[in-house]
């Protein structure tokens, strides 16, 4: 099993920033791919952006150049920093893990970041 914690949400005005960010613990495979996606209501989940235990990184076109995801020194942490948020950016954002030896993938249980005009 493994949990993660997402925490950083809230409600920013347009143009602002955000950093989410989501722990990852108990049994964490080392080769994995942790991300972030995003559901805005009425719309289906769609990935943000994801980065490999070996650092590669993916990027939604929407959040290109505004969006920065990064792994912290534990490795089991990945953090999504949000800047020039805007309005359509507003969705509940969750975290996920899965690990590259065919295990199954985990959600967190998401954070609310609401943008405002």
């Known amino acids: 099993q493994v949990q993660l914690v997402e925490s950083g949400g809230g409600l920013v005005q347009a143009g602002g920033s955000l950093r989410l960010s989501c722990a990852a613990s108990g049994s964490i495979f080392s080769i994995n791919v942790m991300g972030w996606y995003r559901q805005a209501p009425g719309k289906q989940r769609e990935l943000v952006a994801a980065?490999?235990?070996?650092?590669?990184?993916n990027y939604a076109d929407s959040v290109k150049g505004r969006f920065t995801i990064s792994r912290g020194n534990a490795k089991n942490t990945v953090y999504l920093q949000m800047n020039s948020l805007k309005p359509e950016d507003t969705a509940v954002y969750y975290c996920?893990?899965?690990?590259?030896?065919?295990?199954?993938?985990?959600w967190g249980q998401g954070t609310q970041v609401t943008v405002s005009s």
């Open positions: 996920h893990y899965r690990p590259l030896d065919g295990g199954p993938g985990y």
């Open positions: 980065i490999s235990s070996g650092g590669s990184t």
